[in-house]
Nanobody, 127 residues
């Protein structure tokens, strides 16, 4: 079983930056989509950014384009989310998720396909 663990959540002020990381362990997938999701209080969970272990195009929600950057260290099955120019609406519990590309061969930007989840890390942006 593949396990995911997020790090880096914190409280920052508007305009600040944070860098999240997610490490995979256990029976990791040989090739994967991994991504970041978030859930604000009272709202549904939404996809934020996604990447593929073999490169190609990354995917972003419109609300974070130009501010967030997803990157990876595929040798360590680790992904990162650099978040700049943070806004109060970015507040939420940020989850790392993954889906095996041996199982799913569609776009990594199809948020509904992810089936392995971390526990989440809290990001709070104050005005």
């Amino acid at each position: 079983q593949m396990l995911l663990k997020e790090f880096g959540g914190n409280s920052v002020q508007t305009g600040g930056s944070l860098r999240l990381s997610c490490e995979a362990s256990g029976s990791t997938f040989s090739k994967w989509c991994m991504g970041w999701f978030r859930q604000a209080p009272g709202k549904e969970r939404e996809g934020v950014a996604a990447t593929y272990s073999r490169g190609r195009k990354d995917h972003y929600a419109d609300s974070v384009k130009g501010r967030f950057t997803i990157s990876q260290d595929s040798t360590r099955d680790t992904i990162f989310l650099q978040m700049d120019n943070l806004k109060p609406e970015d507040t939420g519990l940020y989850y790392c998720a993954a889906v095996s590309r041996s199982f799913y061969t569609g776009s990594c930007g199809q948020w509904s396909q992810y089936n392995v989840w971390g526990q989440g890390t809290q990001v709070t942006v104050s005005s």
